[in-house]
């Protein structure tokens, strides 16, 4: 892994407290994630959401196999607006992005914009809502596709 | 009518009209490995596009993990990688250790490492057994998960559980070693050993098993970080790439072991590299039960216990690749949020480029040295 300092000066960012975690603006991610990506040995591993009170926090995991000693992760982090949660796209910089981001979608309903194909993933279809989110009511009648309501013993 | 006749007539019509079609293959289907579907265009046997359609078996754990104490919810990480248990274990572990700061007495690491390499070569025992299976090679099939038994009876016999075990706990592990256990281990790696080499001899220099999986569904390299693929997938395709080694956790760092590497990426590398891997594994619970100090095994946590307000991100090298866990704490006594990296979800990203071309018995070999598991990609 590659002193956190290094990869701050190469996205142009004061290195923080925290050197293994930046955060950028909605409109920045792609440029941050594609410089990263041109340095070399990183891996997009995961993408995740978590709904905080002052909006979505969303995280890019990078899995960072270059310079001296063990490997380590580099987070890139964006807040989203909570009202309209959009971020840019980062498919056409890592092909893994694409089931990641349809899984945040799903589940926290985040919209990435400039790709093709963002439908849900884990979930059906036509399902309302998305389950991860703070104000997503469980207590539901269970509804089975086909309309049997509440079915079972 | 005459031969010639004939002929001449069958020449006179237009070529056979052909047209593509679909073929769901799954959720219900014995190659699946679970309730996975593959939404395939074809034409004739070959495949033109395939789409994975996933989420049969989503429980919702993440959202579960929310109503959920920290112990609550360790039991739940054995659902995810049902064939790993005790590696679900020992991600989520490490994560809520990173968190709340918690030391680990030294017998317990050695501990999880014996526990993790069980349930590894478990793990991929059921991969070559499945795999062999699905080329109908059924006799195979047997071999190996005779041998898995013997590893389960260990994994019972430390946890009391075969398969959805809650061994490795925040703080160290649930118990110490039974009684007898290092002879136990002996017997059963033994017959380990000698079950494998009947499996290699029966299944590995096998002509047909070689045609059917030999230069099929080739992953290169670079594809395979492109899509993010951890684990003996992306170590079949030539790339050195282990958390036990690259980003050494517990007390791997005073193991002796190597990280089998293959450069082929075909359905044959990816089946031989676990072969490797189980011996690799031998080696290390060898290792830590030799090496093994004295001492508690469990840093105890009051039933109350808080993390302070904060994040964690752990991972560990799962049998299948490189699994997260996401801790967020808001200072109770429950996550915020939980967020599980599943690798066999990111695996499979891979099949919709690597299909096309394909064709349907290809893409069952391939599907099989994947080696997916849909608790974990489900969740």
Same mark, same amino acid.
């Given at each position: 892994m590659r002193d956190g300092a290094v990869l701050f000066k190469a996205l142009g960012c004061t290195p923080r407290e925290k050197e293994r975690e930046v955060a950028v603006a909605p409109g920045e991610l792609p440029r941050a994630l594609f410089t990263l990506k041109n340095m070399g040995n990183f891996i997009l591993l995961d993408i995740d959401a978590t709904d905080r009170p002052e909006g979505f926090e969303l995280a890019w995991r990078l899995l960072d196999t270059g310079g001296e000693g063990p490997a380590g992760i580099f987070t890139v982090k964006v807040l989203a607006d909570r009202s309209d949660p959009r971020v840019p796209s980062v498919m056409g910089i890592w092909k893994a992005a694409d089931v990641l981001e349809r899984e945040v979608w799903d589940l926290m309903g985040v919209r990435f914009d400039g790709?093709? $194909? %963002?439908k849900r993933i884990l979930?059906?279809?036509?399902? =309302? +809502?998305?389950? %991860?989110?703070? !104000?997503? /009511?469980? =207590?539901q009648p269970a509804r089975f596709p086909g309309g049997a309501e509440g079915a079972g013993p | 009518m005459n031969d010639g006749a004939f002929l001449s007539e069958v020449g006179d019509f237009d070529p056979l009209e052909t047209e593509e079609y679909t073929l769901n %293959? $799954?959720?219900?289907?014995?190659?699946?490995? +679970? /309730?996975y579907r593959a939404r395939l265009r074809l034409n004739g046997e070959t495949i033109v596009s395939c789409e994975n359609v996933i989420g049969y078996l989503h429980r919702g754990i993440e959202k579960l993990a929310e109503s959920r104490t920290y112990a609550q919810f360790a039991p739940y990480t054995a659902r995810f990688d049902y064939l790993a248990g005790a590696l679900n274990n020992w991600g989520y572990a490490l994560a809520v250790e990173k968190l709340g700061g918690i030391e680990v007495p030294e017998r317990a690491e050695y501990l999880r490492v014996i526990a993790g390499e069980l349930q590894r070569i478990a793990s991929h025992l059921v991969m070559l057994a499945s795999m062999v299976i699905d080329l109908n090679a059924v006799t195979g099939w047997m071999y190996a998960f005779t041998a898995r038994e013997g590893i389960l009876d260990l994994l019972e016999a430390l946890s009391g559980s075969r398969m959805m075990l809650t061994y490795v706990v925040a703080g160290g592990v649930s118990a110490d070693l039974p009684e007898e256990f290092e002879l136990k281990t002996k017997t059963a790696l033994e017959g380990l050993r000698s079950r494998l080499d009947d499996f290699q001899a029966l299944v590995s220099g096998n002509e047909i098993f070689q045609s059917r999986t030999r230069g099929i569904g080739v992953i290169e390299s670079g594809q395979a970080l492109e899509y993010g693929m951890t684990g003996p997938n992306l170590r079949s395709c030539g790339i050195r790439l282990d958390m036990r080694r690259d980003?050494?956790? +517990? /007390?791997y760092p005073r193991m002796d072991f190597d990280v089998p590497v293959l450069h082929g990426g075909d359905c044959f590398d990816r089946y031989s590299i676990r072969i490797l891997e189980i011996l690799q594994s031998v080696r290390l619970v060898e290792q830590a039960l030799g090496g093994i100090p004295s001492g508690p095994v469990r840093t105890k946590l009051k039933r109350t216990w808080r993390p302070p307000v904060g994040e964690a991100f752990a991972q560990i090298e799962s049998a299948r690749g490189i699994q997260g866990y996401h801790l967020v704490s808001? $200072?109770? !006594?429950?996550?915020?949020r939980m967020h599980l990296r599943s690798p066999s979800f990111v695996n499979i990203g891979v099949l919709p480029e690597l299909a096309p071309g394909l064709t349907i018995q290809d893409f069952v070999a391939t599907l099989a040295s994947l080696d997916i598991v849909l608790g974990e990609i489900d969740r």
């Open positions: 790709r093709d $194909g %963002l979930c059906r279809d036509d399902f =309302e +809502g998305h389950p %991860l989110r703070k !104000d997503f /009511v469980v =207590e | %293959l $799954g959720p219900q289907h014995p190659s699946t490995h +679970g /309730v980003a050494p956790y +517990g /007390v808001d $200072g109770t !006594d429950k996550p915020y």
